[in-house]
């Protein structure tokens, strides 16, 4: 299995301001994802990160709002630009082990309020 | 266009009781289907993983099953714990490899002492 682990855990932001998570894996993995998971709602798919090229993004998500890099295959960041209230939400990273029948897992997630 | 839906959205049940929580999905053209555990607050754990290929997993007191032609998946739980209470969410993989995980909106399950 694969460690995921986030920074920051949590934060309380002011409207217009961005914020970048950081998400280290513990190992090498094929792919990676960013996730939103609203309060009360499952997950949504942001986007797939891709090493070294621009990442994939789902409908509804665009780069500018949510540029996305991924520099090497342990390591990605997720950045929440000109953040407003609706952008309160839970963002997961999770990555997907080559070694485990391609087992997803998730980090522990970043807790936004934007304020 | 995938779709997965968790039925019941919630349930609460004695310590003890043996459950089931049921999942459906649309497209039967799946790669793989996942069980996930979250607690308040907190990331997914990864309870079990079933192949495209496979009938059922198990893990301790889990037990998942896979029928692929009737789009279902089952995760049955035996001898209930209140340690157990938390939002069990599955989720379906699209055909291939490099396919995404889509979701359901989970059942939150309460496991009374």
């Known amino acids: 299995s694969a460690v995921i682990s986030q920074k920051p855990s949590r934060d309380i932001c002011q409207r217009g301001t961005s914020l970048t998570i950081q998400c280290q894996v513990d190992?090498?993995?094929?792919?990676m994802f960013w996730y939103r998971q609203q309060p009360g709602q499952s997950l949504t798919l942001i986007a797939t990160?891709?090493?070294?090229?621009?990442?994939?993004?789902e409908s509804g998500f665009v780069i500018d709002k949510f540029p996305i890099s991924r520099p090497n295959l342990t390591f990605s960041t997720l950045t929440v630009s000109n953040m407003s209230p609706e952008d309160s939400s839970i963002y997961l990273c999770?990555?997907?082990?080559?070694?485990?029948?391609?087992?997803?897992?998730f980090g522990p997630g970043t807790r936004l309020t934007v304020l | 266009k995938q779709e997965v839906t968790q039925i019941p959205a919630a349930l609460s049940v004695p310590e003890g009781e043996n459950l089931v929580l049921n999942c459906s999905f649309t497209?039967?053209?799946?790669?793989?289907l996942q069980w996930f555990r979250q607690d308040p607050g907190k990331g997914l754990t990864s309870l079990l993983l079933?192949?495209?290929?496979?009938r059922e997993q198990t893990s301790g007191r889990l037990n998942a099953s896979l029928d692929k032609s009737s789009g279902r998946s089952t995760l049955y739980i035996a001898a209930s714990q209140p340690g157990d209470s938390a939002t069990y969410l599955c989720?379906?993989?699209?055909?291939?490899?490099?396919?995404?995980?889509?979701f359901g909106q989970g059942t939150t399950l309460q496991v009374k002492p």
């Open positions: 989720a379906a993989r699209g055909s291939s490899n490099t396919g995404k995980l889509i």
């Open positions: 990160a891709n090493q070294g090229s621009e990442a994939t993004y």
């Open positions: 999770s990555g997907r082990h080559p070694s485990s029948y391609n087992e997803q897992f």
């Open positions: 190992s090498q993995v094929t792919m």
């Open positions: 079933i192949q495209s290929s496979q």
């Open positions: 497209d039967s053209a799946i790669y793989n």
